[in-house]
T-cell receptor, first 112, second 113 residues
Framework: AQRVTQPEKLLSVFKGAPVELKCNYSYSGSPELFWYVQYSRQRLQLLLRHISRESIKGFTADLNKGETSFHLKKPFAQEEDSAMYYCALSSGIYNQGGKLIFGQGTELSVKP | GAGVSQSPRYKVAKRGQDVALRCDPI?????LFWYQQALGQGPEFLTYFQNEAQLDKSGLPSDRFFAERPEGSVSTLKIQRTQQEDSAVYLC???????????FGSGTRLTVV
């Protein structure tokens, strides 16, 4: 079964500390992996996708197929990073339009 | 429009009442998705449209849920005989075909009392 697991509901760090938001997935095949972010009172938005191997707002994520993980990392957290983060995978099946399966989310709180 | 627009933003329904939630996607976006997000959970897929064709409705929880997109633009999610367990935020998202970078709407928060 396709599943995304984010083991931490809440992650609290101090400003300037490193951050790692964990994501593990279960999928038989080659999934597309994503991180979405929702800032307070804003809509859900795409942060990054593994296929583009980009760094957005200092965040990076590496797909580890051996460990079936896609952890989100940032070396120095900023207060404005406080938000809800969702890991998601897509089956990439064309007639499903790339529907996404989301994890339960991790709330990141960066304290001054 | 500039983004995905959903209305109403909030809806309170009495148990047993029918509701209709509207989504106006970004102009030109062929793909349209509906998701249900219960409190403290991630969004869960409900249904997918490509233009006016509903290609996947595997996530609809019961036959009380019905979605349509008759002209390939605006979509309506209808819930008949609402139950308390239907209380959730209903999210709409649109994208170009083959682009997994969805644009989400702000959602409709449905509360069934």
């Amino acid at each position: 079964a396709q599943r995304v697991t984010q083991p931490e509901k809440l992650l609290s760090v101090f400003k300037g500390a490193p951050v790692e938001l964990k994501c593990n997935y279960s999928y038989s095949g080659s999934p597309e992996l994503f991180w979405y972010v929702q800032y307070s009172r804003q809509r859900l938005q795409l942060l990054l996708r593994h296929i583009s191997r980009e760094s957005i707002k200092g965040f990076t994520a590496d797909l580890n197929k051996g460990e079936t993980s896609f952890h989100l990392k940032k070396p120095f957290a900023q207060e404005e990073d406080s938000a809800m983060y969702y890991c998601a995978l897509s089956s990439g099946i064309y007639n499903q339009g790339g529907k996404l399966i989301f994890g339960q989310g991790t709330e990141l709180s960066v304290k001054p | 429009g500039a983004g995905v627009s959903q209305s109403p933003r909030y809806k309170v329904a009495k148990r047993g009442q029918d509701v209709a939630l509207r989504c106006d996607p970004i102009s030109g976006h062929v793909s349209l998705f509906w998701y249900q997000q219960a409190l403290g959970q991630g969004p869960e897929f409900l249904t997918y449209f490509q233009n006016e064709a509903q290609l996947d409705k595997s996530g609809l929880p019961s036959d009380r849920f019905f979605a349509e997109r008759p002209e390939g633009s605006v979509s309506t999610l209808k819930i008949q005989r609402t139950q308390q367990e239907d209380s959730a935020v209903y999210l709409c998202a649109s994208s170009l075909v083959g682009d997994y970078g969805y644009t989400f709407g702000s959602g409709t928060r449905l509360t069934v009392v």
